[in-house]
Each structure stands twice: as structure tokens, then as C-alpha cells.
């Protein structure tokens, strides 16, 4: 197995003040596990080249990336709502972001690897086509399934987002895409509360109350998720693989461990397998506390990578 690991150095440049958990640290603690525990070595790096402004506009309108440029500052922060900013560094970052997962879904398609990992920041699934929230700024993992469903073959997408907030940009994007399956796991009540009730066919949305545990989370994912992937029948898989549903994250109450993102990755990467010739894209959401992050990362990786 062949496993690409794609980010970007500029991606650590974004930064959102001293205080936010969406910090710079959390690559930098990814990279630094990776290296110790020598699995960096296994993996096959690339440098990402920044989205061109027409992959960008795949899933979001003229005016959001208008708006966004329009208020990018020189120097210091400007909030774009409660809890995102924008730095002078933010929008290369967001666009070296995009330009990851466009690659690694090119290098997936043209049988250069197996699958891969994009490691970059600012996280995506939050973004609506018309709408900065959550940290997000455009949102990476549905710029890459539109961008795949360019390409010859490629007919449906499944996206799987375990991150513990629900990707309500995805939804946004893909509510009315029947091609495009989105299967979310994710704590509930809880941030951001738009979508979080929709049903679609190809719209799979599974709350989990706070405490839920591996086994809540493992249960609903065989019997929720599983059937309408393997009845959408995917052509490749994307994965916003956010950890912050692990039990030591400080900002969520789910209970994963990172045997549970093991599993997950397992049975994602056995229905890549089935349908997709092994087909699948895995990008970082959220993940807060740096240490769980790393860990849960390379366990993720370790499936991957077939260790
Ligand atoms: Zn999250």
C-alpha cells in the first residue's frame, strides 16, 4: 500500500491568536509523531501548490471568496464571526489546503497511490457555499469530490465525516448532489445545530448524544452508514477525518479512543475496497488536544498505510 501524506509548511501560518485550539501546533504535533514513531518514513510526502480560484468556485460562489479577500487583513486579525479569523497568512493557507486534497485526489485517480492523507489547516467541513463558520474557510473535502467527479469514471462520491461536529458546509454543498452520498457521525445537541435534521437519500445523519462511546459510535456506523454506502456504491472515498470526538479532546464530550479510528478507517477503507478499486482521500477536520490528535492520526495512518 501506498500511502501519500500531503500538506503544506505555510499551512502552520495561519493563526488565529495564542488562545484558539484551531492552532498551528496541531500539524506540528501530527509531523513530530510521525517522525518519532517512524511511520513519516513509510509514507510518500508531497508539498501541495495552492487551488486555482476556478476549484475554489467549484463549491463556493464568486462573492464568498470576493468577501473573504475583501477582508483578509495586512496585520493582525479580523473576525469573520465568533470563533474564525482571518490573518494576512489565512487565505494562502486555505488555498495550499484545497490544493492538497486536489492533489491527493489526482495522485489517488491516477494510480500514483493508494490512497492518501492531506495534514493542513484551516479545516473545510463547516464552510457552506456562501458562508465562513467553524474555523472554516472553504471547504477542502467538498472542492475535492467536485473536483473528482471531473474526472473520467468517476460518476459518485461518498463523503464520511467523523469529526464530532456536524459538517454542515457539505451538507450545504451536496443537499441537492444525489451523486454525492454525505455520512456524518457527530455529537448532538451540540455546535453547529444547521442541517443536523435533513434527510436525503443521500444525506446520512447520525447524532450521537454527549458520552456516547466506541461501541454507540461503531453501532451506528454498521447499521446507519454501512448499508447506504455500500447501496451508493462509491467510486472513491473521501473522509473529513476529524479526531475531536476522542475522549481526552477538550472541546466535545463523545468517548472514541484511537481503536475506534482504527475500526472506522478499516471498514472505510474495505468499502474503497469493494467498490472503488481502494479509492479514498482522507482530510484533517478538527482534533483539539495536540496529543490525542497526533495519536489518533497515526493510528488512522498506520490502516492506511497497511501496518
Ligand atoms: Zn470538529
Same mark, same amino acid.
Given at each position: 500500500?501506498?500511502?501519500?501524506?500531503?500538506? &503544506?509548511? /505555510?499551512?502552520?501560518?495561519?493563526?488565529?491568536?495564542?488562545? &484558539?485550539?484551531?492552532?498551528?501546533? !496541531?500539524?506540528?504535533?501530527?509531523?513530530?509523531?510521525?517522525?518519532?514513531?517512524?511511520?513519516?518514513?513509510?509514507?510518500?510526502?508531497?508539498?501541495?501548490?495552492?487551488?486555482?480560484?476556478?476549484?475554489?468556485?467549484?463549491?463556493?460562489?464568486?462573492?464568498?471568496?470576493?468577501?473573504?479577500?475583501?477582508?483578509?487583513?495586512?496585520?493582525?486579525?479580523?473576525?469573520? /464571526?465568533?470563533?474564525?479569523?482571518?490573518?494576512?497568512?489565512?487565505?494562502?493557507?486555505?488555498?495550499?489546503?484545497?490544493?492538497?486534497?486536489? %492533489?491527493?485526489?489526482?495522485?489517488?485517480? =491516477?494510480?500514483?497511490?493508494?490512497?492518501?492523507?492531506?495534514?493542513?489547516?484551516?479545516?473545510?467541513?463547516?464552510?457552506?457555499?456562501? %458562508?465562513?463558520?467553524?474555523?472554516?474557510?472553504? =471547504?477542502?473535502? #467538498?472542492?475535492?469530490?467536485?473536483?473528482?467527479?471531473?474526472?473520467?469514471?468517476?460518476?459518485?462520491?461518498?463523503?464520511?465525516?467523523?469529526?464530532? +461536529?456536524?459538517?454542515?458546509?457539505?451538507?450545504?454543498?451536496?443537499?441537492?448532489?444525489?451523486?454525492?452520498?454525505?455520512?456524518?457521525?457527530?455529537?448532538?445537541?451540540?455546535?453547529?445545530?444547521?442541517?443536523?435534521?435533513?434527510? !436525503?437519500?443521500?444525506?446520512?445523519?447520525?447524532?450521537?448524544? #454527549?458520552?456516547?462511546?466506541?461501541?454507540?459510535?461503531? $453501532?451506528?456506523?454498521?447499521?446507519?452508514?454501512?448499508? #447506504?454506502?455500500?447501496? +451508493? $456504491?462509491?467510486?472513491?472515498?473521501?473522509?473529513?477525518?476529524?479526531?475531536?470526538?476522542?475522549?481526552?479532546?477538550?472541546?466535545?464530550?463523545? !468517548?472514541?479512543?484511537? /481503536?475506534?479510528?482504527?475500526?472506522?478507517?478499516?471498514?472505510?477503507?474495505?468499502?474503497?475496497?469493494?467498490?472503488?478499486?481502494?479509492?479514498?482521500?482522507?482530510?484533517?477536520?478538527?482534533?483539539?488536544?495536540?496529543?490525542?490528535?497526533?495519536?489518533?492520526?497515526?493510528?488512522?495512518?498506520?490502516? %492506511?498505510?497497511?501496518?
Amino acid at each position: 500500500m501506498l500511502t501519500a501524506f500531503i500538506s &503544506h509548511q /505555510d499551512c502552520e501560518q495561519h493563526n488565529m491568536g495564542p488562545e &484558539h485550539p484551531e492552532s498551528p501546533l !496541531r500539524l506540528v504535533a501530527i509531523k513530530r509523531q510521525l517522525e518519532r514513531s517512524g511511520l513519516a518514513q513509510q509514507l510518500d510526502h508531497h508539498s501541495a501548490v495552492p487551488a486555482l480560484a476556478e476549484q475554489i468556485l467549484l463549491a463556493h460562489s464568486r462573492y464568498h471568496m470576493e468577501k473573504l479577500a475583501f477582508q483578509l487583513p495586512e496585520q493582525g486579525i479580523v473576525w469573520t /464571526d465568533d470563533d474564525t479569523a482571518l490573518c494576512p497568512h489565512s487565505l494562502r493557507a486555505a488555498s495550499l489546503a484545497v490544493g492538497s486534497v486536489i %492533489l491527493a485526489t489526482n495522485r489517488v485517480l =491516477n494510480s500514483k497511490a493508494n490512497n492518501a492523507f492531506c495534514a493542513v489547516r484551516p479545516p473545510g467541513h463547516h464552510a457552506e457555499h456562501e %458562508l465562513p463558520m467553524g474555523f472554516c474557510l472553504y =471547504n477542502n473535502v #467538498a472542492i475535492g469530490a467536485l473536483h473528482a467527479l471531473q474526472q473520467p469514471g468517476i460518476e459518485r462520491v461518498a463523503i464520511f465525516d467523523f469529526d464530532v +461536529h456536524h459538517g454542515n458546509g457539505t451538507v450545504d454543498i451536496f443537499k441537492d448532489r444525489p451523486e454525492v452520498m454525505v455520512c456524518s457521525t457527530f455529537q448532538h445537541p451540540f455546535y453547529p445545530d444547521r442541517y443536523s435534521y435533513l434527510e !436525503r437519500p443521500n444525506i446520512i445523519n447520525c447524532p450521537l448524544p #454527549a458520552f456516547s462511546d466506541g461501541y454507540a459510535f461503531r $453501532k451506528v456506523v454498521e447499521q446507519r452508514c454501512l448499508p #447506504a454506502l455500500q447501496a +451508493h $456504491k462509491p467510486d472513491i472515498i473521501f473522509i473529513s477525518a476529524g479526531f475531536d470526538a476522542h475522549a481526552e479532546d477538550p472541546m466535545a464530550d463523545l !468517548r472514541l479512543h484511537e /481503536d475506534d479510528y482504527r475500526w472506522v478507517t478499516q471498514l472505510l477503507l474495505s468499502v474503497a475496497n469493494q467498490y472503488a478499486n481502494g479509492r479514498l482521500v482522507s482530510v484533517l477536520e478538527g482534533g483539539y488536544n495536540p496529543d490525542a490528535l497526533a495519536r489518533s492520526v497515526e493510528a488512522h495512518l498506520q490502516v %492506511l498505510a497497511g501496518f
